[in-house]
């Protein structure tokens, strides 16, 4: 069964009186997978939110149909098993974080003791157990992110709709959300992800889509996407030159040719994620 | 974030129906953000602080104090009833779209319906609290002052002679009367329908205006139109394009009956109930109407 599935999925804004009509998604035909991480890509204004919007029928499509687990969007059951975090989340600012939890726990049908423990688990899944009391208004821009996550996952939903889920977040929670849809997923759950971070979704994603100007320009498996068959890289430790340049010849000798010889690099975000670590006063967030 | 493992509550119910548990929800959230709110809080504590000092200004004759301050508290409850209504219902749907909460709450199973009558009934939680809050203090300025009276009348009753005792009894007894005067539960209960029906009146008009302004202006003149209307019938019978347009407004005239009260007169529960169910069945046509708007919006 298709987590979410749409065929010739059209939406089209009115822009008001003698400004015509804008084409915001082109026949989107989609088809993300149970059990998968898919990644939604695309420029502002490429139509990433408004699928988002069709799917959870909060705009209506002018052509074509959507279905999540096979129950058209238009039904409210089709949102039964389903969990979204917007993108720049705000929260009513005058609830506290359990109390947000509790909210829309309760908007789920949970109650009573299974209410309480699951708030409890979120809240220290999402590492704010010790601003739980604290009003939302007090909240930054991450800790927003993460309540907000929290509530997505509240009902222990089946598949999550995640619209820029770190936008805002520092690199820390990014990769605490990161590591969050990665255990998601390992649970079976189906995430459809819309993000600007490229190398985010590479890590994350098992398929992706591009979006431009309304229609999907790109779709495949990651792997297969971004590898490039024709060519190698064989990484060694403690080479010496001698046997370096022996190496090289029997590249050569093999009719292939050497394109480059360079020591890999790390990326910025583990060069700055190992100094947090190494750092003696802890790595952690001023909740 | 910590290593705690995913749970996996289920979730049981494989239909969603519609439920007045998650309207209740959002009516509590509702009248939660609106009692944690300064606007509320600064028009309740207005109408209050008119309410409590009604005595100190009720420098009249003997008779008429306690005619004032009813007069006074029932105007009160009737206009800060009147504003709560406009101000705390112009609000809800367009903050609600302005920050994004409502995508948060549709994504859920939770039906439009649902969530529209939640944010009325929230609303309406807020005028009974208000109102409530407003009678009880009015309750207690009439008592004090009653208390007052009747002490002031007591300390002419020794001495007297037997009529004058008897007249004094008699004053006594029609402070008392007129102290606990069940008739002003009437007027209380008219301007709650009152304030209902200018609610839904909001409620429709935000369904479909994304401006605070407007939805605050409209439900007002709409207000003023409905308590004009009787005059504007004798002013213009002539013109029917003008009544026609004046009969789809309700007429909130039919309200005020604090002055039938205060004069005296009686005013029966048979007529009470009559204005009640005119706001009621009104209320309940805009609120579908909000509905049929809302539920083909697009957010």
């Known amino acids: 069964m298709d987590a979410i599935r749409t065929e010739h999925l059209t939406k089209k804004y009115h822009l008001g009186w003698r400004k015509g009509k804008l084409l915001a998604l082109d026949k989107l035909s989609l088809c993300v997978r149970e059990g998968e991480v898919y990644g939604l890509l695309g420029p502002n204004g490429s139509g990433k939110s408004t699928t988002l919007k069709l799917v959870l029928d909060l705009i209506a499509p002018t052509e074509g149909s959507a279905w999540i687990f096979d129950v058209p969007c238009s039904k409210v059951v089709s949102r039964l098993h389903v969990g979204f975090l917007p993108e720049n989340p705000y929260f009513y600012r005058y609830l506290t974080g359990a109390e947000t939890l509790g909210f829309y726990g309760k908007l789920c049908g949970m109650s009573g003791a299974r209410l309480k423990k699951r708030i409890e688990e979120l809240l220290d899944l999402v590492g704010l157990n010790r601003a739980r009391d604290r009003r939302l208004s007090g909240y930054s821009k991450g800790m927003l992110q993460r309540i907000g996550l929290a509530q997505a996952l509240i009902h222990d939903p089946k598949l999550l709709l995640l619209d820029e889920p770190t936008a805002g977040v520092d690199p820390i929670g990014s990769k605490d959300i990161r590591d969050l849809i990665l255990r998601l997923k390992g649970m079976g759950k189906t995430v459809l992800l819309s993000s600007h971070l490229l190398a985010q979704v590479q890590d994350v994603c098992d398929r992706i889509g591009v979006l431009n100007l309304g229609q999907m320009i790109l779709e495949g498996d990651v792997k297969t996407l971004i590898s490039d068959q024709r060519r190698l890289t064989i990484t060694v430790q403690d080479l010496p030159d001698a046997a370096r340049a022996r190496v090289e010849e029997a590249v050569r000798a093999a009719g292939a040719s050497v394109l480059s010889v360079e020591h890999p690099r790390t990326t910025l975000e583990l060069l700055f994620l190992d100094a947090l670590k190494k750092d003696e006063r802890g790595m952690g967030h001023h909740d | ?299």
Request: proline share 2%.
């Open chain 2, 1 to 299: 974030m910590t290593e705690t493992a995913v749970a996996t509550t289920p979730v049981s119910r494989e239909r969603v129906g519609f439920s007045l548990h998650r309207v209740g929800v959002i009516a509590v959230n509702t009248l939660t953000e609106a009692v944690r709110q300064k606007v509320f809080n600064f028009f309740l504590i207005i109408g209050l602080v008119f309410i409590g000092s009604a005595s100190f200004f009720a420098q009249f004759s003997f008779g008429e104090q306690l005619k004032f301050i009813k007069d006074t508290c029932l105007g009160v409850i009737s206009v800060i009833s009147t504003l709560i209504a406009i101000v705390g219902t112009a609000q809800l749907l367009p903050s609600e779209v302005e920050n994004r909460t409502i995508y948060t709450i549709l994504a859920k199973p939770v039906r439009r319906f649902e969530f529209l009558l939640g944010k009325f009934f929230g609303s309406l939680f807020l005028l009974v609290l208000s109102i409530t809050a407003m009678c009880i203090l009015f309750g207690a300025v009439l008592w004090i002052k009653e208390q007052g009276m009747i002490r002031e009348l007591s300390q002419t009753y020794l001495g007297q002679t037997p009529a004058a005792q008897k007249d004094v009894e008699q004053q006594i007894q029609q402070v008392r009367t007129e102290a606990l005067d069940a008739d002003l539960v009437k007027a209380v209960l008219s301007d709650l329908a009152k304030a209902t029906l200018v609610a839904s009146i909001t409620l429709l008009v935000s369904t479909f205006s994304t401006s605070l302004v407007f939805n605050v202006v409209v439900p007002f003149m709409v207000f003023v139109a409905g308590m004009l209307r009787g005059s504007a019938a004798e002013m213009w019978g002539g013109h029917t394009v003008l009544m026609e347009l004046l009969a789809v407004v309700p007429d909130f005239g039919l309200f005020s009956i604090a002055d039938e009260i205060n004069l005296g007169n009686v005013v029966p529960w048979a007529h009470i109930s009559g204005i009640v169910m005119y706001g009621l069945a009104r209320t309940v046509i805009i609120v579908i109407a909000a509905h049929l708007i809302f539920s083909r919006r697009e957010i």
